[in-house]
């Protein structure tokens, strides 16, 4: 089975501008996400719309292509960039995997179990989730949670707690439950990706701001396994002063 990663890193962030060119220890972020990436995965290409970000993994001698400045999420700008590498190296990949440029830190362990559930032949997307921990809120609508069926696949994702643990008091349901926080990695095979560009908005995803959920209302089947890395994005300037502060790298 023939894996690609594609990294989608965008220069315009509210919040950090530039952040896929921020300096982590003498090297852009960009290049830290790339270089785990590659320890995992034979073929790695960064997905952008910036000549600045082209050109800063240029520098460093990693794949990169160019891509529209309109795609709505990283997941239109993953097809895109697929179909380019392909044409590119003349070979075509059976999986592609989305890994976040704001990912600096990521486990290349976390790569390989995404990786795995394409093992299963039913499985359309992969990806990851972790137990929710003693001092994490499951209450927090910013921390998606997914309920699994018996094989591991994905039922339900939501902002809100579930299941919902009735007749239990709230301030007890973690001691009486193992809740699950979506790690946002994701995995597709090729043709069920370019599959899920053409997807309308669904209800559920308006109702809860995630693009998961129009997968799974029409009918893709996300397989999801364990892991007990900690997810750790930049969001903001202080976010990479706090990973450096805890010595991630």
Same mark, same amino acid.
């Given at each position: 089975?023939?894996?690609?990663?594609?990294?989608?890193?965008?220069?315009? @962030?509210?919040?950090?501008?530039?952040?896929?060119?921020?300096?982590?220890?003498?090297?852009?972020?960009?290049?830290?996400?790339?270089? /785990?990436?590659?320890?995992?995965?034979?073929?790695?290409?960064?997905?952008? %719309?910036?000549?600045?970000?082209?050109?800063?993994?240029?520098?460093?001698?990693?794949?990169?292509?160019?891509?529209?400045?309109?795609?709505? !999420?990283?997941? %239109?700008?993953?097809?895109?960039?697929?179909?380019?590498? =392909?044409?590119?190296?003349?070979?075509?990949?059976?999986?592609?995997?989305?890994?976040?440029?704001?990912?600096?830190?990521?486990?290349?362990?976390?790569?390989?179990?995404?990786?795995?559930?394409?093992? %299963?032949?039913?499985?359309?997307?992969?990806?990851?989730?972790?137990?929710?921990?003693?001092?994490?809120?499951?209450?927090?609508?910013?921390?998606?949670?997914?309920?699994?069926?018996?094989?591991?696949?994905?039922?339900?994702?939501?902002?809100?707690?579930?299941?919902?643990?009735?007749?239990?008091? =709230?301030?007890?349901?973690? !001691?009486?439950?193992?809740?699950?926080?979506?790690?946002?990695?994701?995995?597709?095979?090729?043709?069920?990706?370019?599959?899920?560009?053409?997807?309308?908005?669904?209800?559920?995803?308006?109702?809860?701001?995630? =693009?998961?959920?129009?997968?799974?209302?029409?009918?893709?089947?996300?397989?999801?396994?364990?892991?007990?890395? /900690? @997810?750790?994005?930049?969001?903001?300037?202080?976010?990479?002063?706090?990973?450096?502060?805890?010595?991630?790298?």
């Amino acid at each position: 089975m023939r894996f690609i990663g594609i990294i989608p890193a965008r220069y315009a @962030s509210t919040r950090f501008p530039g952040k896929p060119l921020a300096d982590i220890k003498g090297k852009p972020m960009i290049q830290r996400v790339y270089e /785990q990436a590659s320890k995992v995965l034979p073929v790695v290409y960064v997905a952008t %719309d910036d000549e600045r970000i082209f050109s800063a993994v240029k520098a460093f001698r990693g794949n990169v292509v160019m891509t529209s400045a309109e795609h709505k !999420s990283g997941t %239109d700008r993953c097809a895109e960039a697929v179909r380019k590498a =392909e044409a590119e190296r003349d070979e075509l990949y059976d999986v592609v995997v989305n890994i976040q440029g704001d990912e600096p830190f990521i486990a290349p362990d976390m790569l390989l179990k995404v990786m795995s559930c394409f093992n %299963d032949a039913k499985t359309d997307i992969a990806t990851l989730v972790k137990a929710f921990g003693a001092d994490e809120d499951v209450f927090n609508p910013n921390s998606p949670k997914v309920v699994l069926d018996a094989n591991s696949f994905a039922l339900y994702f939501s902002r809100s707690p579930i299941p919902y643990l009735r007749g239990v008091d =709230e301030a007890d349901w973690k !001691s009486n439950h193992t809740f699950l926080k979506h790690i946002g990695l994701y995995a597709y095979r090729t043709k069920i990706l370019h599959q899920l560009t053409q997807l309308e908005l669904g209800t559920l995803e308006q109702a809860e701001s995630l =693009e998961q959920l129009r997968w799974l209302e029409n009918g893709y089947r996300i397989k999801v396994e364990r892991t007990e890395h /900690q @997810s750790f994005g930049i969001d903001t300037p202080e976010d990479l002063e706090l990973a450096l502060r805890h010595n991630l790298l």
